[in-house]
């Protein structure tokens, strides 16, 4: 399960838009460039509320691996996969089309790898819906609105 922590934004009914904190991972992440944690605007995501959480709340959200796995697959692989396709296919009808070589390459990669996000943006709607890749709040770390103890766990009256 992969797990990382947030802070509740804003509660509207049963769901809850969640800060991502930057975790110790990201220093040592190969990605940090790229990652909107490190760029200065924060991950926000909506999840259910089925813990209760309220605003200003620590919790822990989590995906299975396995979800995440797929997910990364597909994001990562498949237009790798449909731009060198789309390749070969291009030089396939390069003769056809009476274009060089190269440039229907070029061009039936770049058009494979277009049809390919645009279909994974349309299967991003479908995958929304199935629980099994939907973030889930795991617990609260922390209530905002709980007096500490020392120890820095919250105090029990």
Known sequence: MITE????????????????KQSSAC??????????LVSGKSMVVEVANDLEGGEGDHVELSVPSGAFLKLSLLVYILPVV?????AFAGGAFAGVLHVPLSVASVI???????????ALKR????????SEF??????????????????????RM
């Open 5 to 20: 922590q947030g802070i509740i934004e804003e509660v509207s009914g049963q769901k809850a838009l969640v800060r991502i």
């Open 27 to 36: 220093a040592t992440c190969e990605s940090r460039g790229d990652c909107e």
């Open 82 to 86: 449909a731009l060198i396709a789309g």
């Open 108 to 118: 039936g990669g770049f058009l494979a790898m277009g049809i390919t996000f645009y």
């Open 123 to 130: 299967l991003d709607r479908s995958l929304r819906a199935r």
């Open 134 to 155: 939907r973030i889930r709040m795991t617990r609260v770390i922390l209530r905002s609105g709980t007096p500490q103890s020392d120890s820095g766990r919250p105090s």
